[in-house]
């Protein structure tokens, strides 16, 4: 785990708190070595570098409200008729997962329940990597009218802020390291 998300671990758990508290939390985490103290001014670094997740509030170091991921909703559709739906809610710390198939022009809706599968807490790290609030509203391909390929929607509730991407046959950055981590997640594909 890189020491960000690390200090995002912690301020999910505890809440803001000022610069020496987080250094204290991180010296204390299992698996610190006693001998390399995280510093100070490594953290700051840190928070200064990352200012898209962190900021600083009355000498307390916060996450940015419009990047605490609430409620994920994500859409996968293949030609071949297979699709894939995945609705994350991080503050009840579940997930449900679906499997479309089309069958002679009929859905079948599989419904999985998740709750022992993934770890929610470690998808939500990975999203934060994944900064899917940068992502384009729209990603098409130039090609005209498309009859073949990926049909695709994220949609992305923050505490402060509601994110919406979607595309066919074009996706944005780190795509696939999302579609691996909902995988992760569920325990199913998801491609």
Aim: proline share 6%; glycine share 4%; charged share 20%.
């Amino acid at each position: 785990m890189r020491l960000y998300e690390k200090i995002i671990t912690i301020l999910e758990e505890k809440g803001p708190l000022p610069l020496p508290s987080i250094c204290e939390e991180l010296n204390n985490m299992p698996f610190s070595n006693p001998s390399n103290q995280t510093l100070s001014a490594e953290i700051n670094s840190i928070i200064m570098k990352k200012n898209e997740i962190f900021h600083i509030n009355n000498g307390a170091i916060c996450l940015q409200p419009n990047k605490v991921p609430l409620i994920l909703n994500a859409y996968i559709e293949t030609f071949e008729g297979c699709a894939y739906q995945v609705w994350v809610n991080f503050q009840r710390k579940n997930f449900v997962y679906f499997v479309l198939e089309r069958r002679t022009h009929n859905r079948l809706v599989v419904p999985v329940k998740g709750e022992f599968i993934g770890d929610i807490a470690l998808f939500k790290q990975q999203l934060y990597s994944v900064k899917v609030w940068d992502w384009e509203p729209s990603y098409r391909s130039q090609q005209g009218i498309i009859l073949d390929g990926t049909n695709w929607s994220v949609s992305l509730r923050t505490t402060s802020a509601n994110y919406k991407s979607e595309g066919m046959k074009k996706f944005p950055p780190k795509w696939k390291l999302f579609c691996r981590s909902i995988e992760n997640l569920t325990g199913s594909p998801f491609r």
